[in-house]
């Protein structure tokens, strides 16, 4: 009977038109321009085992820096193998102190865990603006749901580790300070629109490398 209902589903699969997509996977073929379905695949023939694995986050990222704080990211722009996959993985360092300052994935929404130490986390609803913030512990997880405006700052007195997982090869990243203050958005344009003071934007810009 078993054996039958197999032959039958067999028979259903070959006949029915290909409407879903039966390719295994479609490693990335970075040098084609990423259209909304992702990347172009690679030639099947070129693809090896080293296009599914990525050593690039086994370190510790840099943290000697504004934010005392690293993202390492391994969206489909460093790791090719995960396009079209709907995956994608960062790491988190932090030193003591350190924080990944306010920002948003437009793509995907996150899973965070914490592998090391302790952080605070938290992010905003955009329909009240309701703050969700919460310590987060070694082993523990917590999720930011997608586009939402979202923080994690080192809770302890030690370095801590987390891994944030992406419901999206490409969840992209906008760090909201970066946007405002980091390029050469005019000043007078950037108060009118925050009703930030003078002086406050000044500076901000003055630390971040910006401009205007
Ligand atoms: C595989 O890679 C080689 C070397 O980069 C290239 O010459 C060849 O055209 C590729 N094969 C296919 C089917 O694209
Ligand atoms: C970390 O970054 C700082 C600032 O850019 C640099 O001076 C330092 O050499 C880097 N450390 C390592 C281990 O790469």
């Given at each position: ?82 396009n079209g ?28 865990v914490v ?94 490398g910006g401009?205007?």
């Open positions: 009977m078993l054996h039958i209902l197999f032959l039958f589903s067999l028979l259903l699969l070959s006949s029915s038109p290909s409407t879903s997509n039966a390719l295994d996977f479609c490693v990335a073929d970075l040098s084609a321009a990423e259209g909304p379905a992702g990347f172009p695949c690679k030639a099947a023939a070129n693809v090896t085992a080293d296009d599914f694995v990525f050593t690039g986050i086994a370190k510790a990222g840099n943290t000697t820096n504004i934010i005392s704080a690293a993202v390492s990211p391994a969206f489909v722009g460093q790791f090719p193998g995960l996959l709907g995956i994608s993985i960062a790491r988190l360092d932090l030193a003591p102190g350190g924080v990944i300052p306010i920002h948003t994935h437009p793509a995907a929404s996150e899973l965070l592998t090391h130490g302790h952080l605070l986390a938290g992010f905003i609803s955009s329909s009240s603006n309701k703050v969700y913030i919460k310590k987060v512990n070694k082993g523990e997880i917590m999720i930011f749901p997608q586009g939402l405006l979202h923080f994690q700052i080192n809770a302890g007195k030690n370095a801590a580790t987390a891994f944030v997982s992406f419901g999206s090869p490409n969840p992209g990243l906008q760090i909201l300070d970066f946007a405002l203050f980091a390029n050469d958005f005019p000043s007078k344009l950037v108060e009118t629109v925050t009703f930030l003071d003078d002086a406050q934007v000044k500076k901000l810009k003055g630390v971040l401009t205007g």
